[in-house]
């Protein structure tokens, strides 16, 4: 038998207190794992690394890379991003679930972040405190009272759910304002159906290539032009970003244009793509840069990769921006500890989805209560994302654990903490044998015009490539993998 046959004494898959994608507490492969299992536990360790070996080459013929930034290194280091083979699967009934509760969530940020910039209701009766409003980072007064196109502030979103230990799935985070993994979601399906035709094609499971057709209607919704054919650009700060393959993926798979702020100007309160034969009229501006560098005359007059006059062009209505500026309000970390609540005000719902329980370090008890159990947090800073900024407890040194107590207490406002969450794990292959990772699920939503959001089936898979490390994000040495709704 195959050293990936799951059965007693013939492998030596640990489960310990997790709860396993694939496999139940009793070692038995979950019902719709049964045809995945099969097929990997039938190949020998030197198939699957050849497998393995064929799939890295592709990726890196196909340049599906991502930019590691390490402050012990002098230079960023491009690789291509680990992809694992066995895909995470995902039963209908459960999907179904999962696809309301981030539906209701999404609706429910976007009129949070539309009310926030016009009557602020919310504030008034006493549901999020006016402080946190106004004093977040995100928060632009310059959109106050600006009409967004067809209302939809949250063109794209990247919900992280995490799945704990009593089986239940949770909302770690929102991701609101440039949300990536994208190219991953759609390249790792086609690889997967190239290198595993017969796995893929006999398997009942969701599309996710419509979603790209998808994906190009929802920015055509948001034109403010009455032309049929509306010019669409994809604004990258470059080739050196992280997310620069991501970029040129999807400007080229939606026949887009991909262009930096030096392709761009502002003329007459309008935009414009700078082309060989002359200029040619934008009407939706896919922006992949935060705020501060989209226009220098609006935000950080430091800024060399955005367009000068931008916010002038967009509050005149002759320009979308997607996702539009401000949206990041609703993206800061102590803000989604309110999501519930905007759910229940807004939509008049309980939530489908729970939070992960959260602690505000600005309240004195909550910080006191943190800081005695530092050791069983994660702690983080509200405004960064990518894993960076962030404590977790039960792996750092005495003195780490130490000096974020002093980071706290110097600036409680800036962190919140959360207890850690038994995140549950998938098999991974490790030189022909399965191996448990831990692993969280980047949902990615879409919307338009008619503020109808679209869920992608499935989403990204991101997984922990070390060995009982919590961290699955890309930016810190993370993988992923393909995901399948079945259907």
């Known amino acids: 038998m195959s050293k990936l046959d799951p059965l007693p004494g013939l492998s ?3 489960l310990h207190h997790f709860y396993d994608e694939m496999f139940d507490g009793e070692r038995s492969v979950r019902p719709h794992y049964k045809h995945v299992n099969r097929m990997f ?3 020998s360790p030197e198939e699957l690394q050849t497998k393995q070996h064929l799939m890295q ?3 890196m013929e196909e340049g ?3 930019t590691l930034y390490n402050p012990a290194q002098d230079h960023p280091m ?6 694992d083979m066995i895909p995470r699967i995902i039963p209908k009934d459960e999907w179904e679930k999962l696809e309301a509760g981030i539906i209701q969530r999404v609706t429910a940020l976007n009129l949070f972040i539309h009310d926030i910039y016009h009557e602020q209701y919310i504030v008034k009766d006493g549901i999020v405190p006016r402080k946190m409003v106004i004093s977040n980072c995100y928060f632009r007064p310059e959109m106050t009272g600006l009409r967004v196109p067809g209302g939809a502030y949250i063109t794209t979103s990247g919900i992280d759910l995490i799945r704990h230990n009593d089986g239940n799935y949770y909302v770690l985070e929102d991701n609101l304002r440039t949300p990536s993994g994208f190219s991953y979601l759609f390249k790792g399906r086609s690889l997967m159906n190239q290198l595993f035709p017969e796995l ?17 209607s929802v920015l055509r919704s948001l034109s403010p032009s009455r032309t049929s054919d509306p010019v669409i650009a994809l604004l990258t700060p470059g080739v050196y970003n992280s997310a620069y393959y991501e970029h040129a993926f999807l400007a080229q798979q939606m026949g887009i244009h991909l262009v930096e702020g030096r392709d761009l100007v502002i003329q007459d309160h309008k935009l414009y793509l700078r082309e060989m034969n002359g200029l040619k009229r934008v009407d939706v501006l896919y922006r992949r840069l935060d705020d501060d560098y989209i226009d220098p005359l609006a935000f950080d007059p430091n800024s060399l990769l955005g367009v000068a006059g931008l916010m002038n062009a967009y509050r005149a209505g002759n320009v979308a921006i997607a996702n539009a500026p401000g949206t990041g309000v609703a993206d800061d970390k102590a803000m989604y500890v ?6 229940r005000y807004y939509l008049k719902e309980e939530p489908i989805l729970n939070n992960v329980p959260t602690y505000l370090l600005s ?10 159990n530092l050791e069983e947090m994660v702690v983080k800073e509200t405004s960064l994302s990518g894993g960076y900024g962030m404590l977790i407890g039960s792996e750092a040194s005495r003195n780490e654990r130490e000096e974020f107590r002093l980071k706290i207490l110097a600036e409680p406002d800036r962190y919140i903490a959360q207890p850690i969450m038994s995140l549950s794990r998938a098999p991974i292959l490790s030189e022909g044998t399965m191996s448990p990772r831990h692993i969280d699920l980047r949902a990615f939503v879409l919307m338009g015009a008619d503020r109808k959001p679209h869920v992608i089936p499935g989403g990204l898979t991101r997984v922990a490539m070390k060995e009982g490390s919590l961290v699955v994000n890309s930016s810190q040495g993370g993988g992923v993998k393909d995901t399948w709704v079945m259907s």
């Not at 309110?338 to 759910?343: F, N």
């Open 200 to 216: 893929s094609f006999s398997s009942s499971i969701r599309d996710v290539e419509h979603s790209i057709n998808r994906f190009l």
């Open 64 to 66: 599906i890379t991502f």
């Open 41 to 43: 536990a039938g190949m």
């Open 57 to 59: 080459r592709r990726m």
């Open 338 to 343: 309110y999501v519930p609540e905007m759910i």
């Open 363 to 372: 309240k004195p008890d909550e910080r006191q209560h943190v800081l005695d």
């Open 12 to 14: 030596p898959y640990p």
């Open 78 to 83: 491009e690789r291509t991003i680990p992809f």
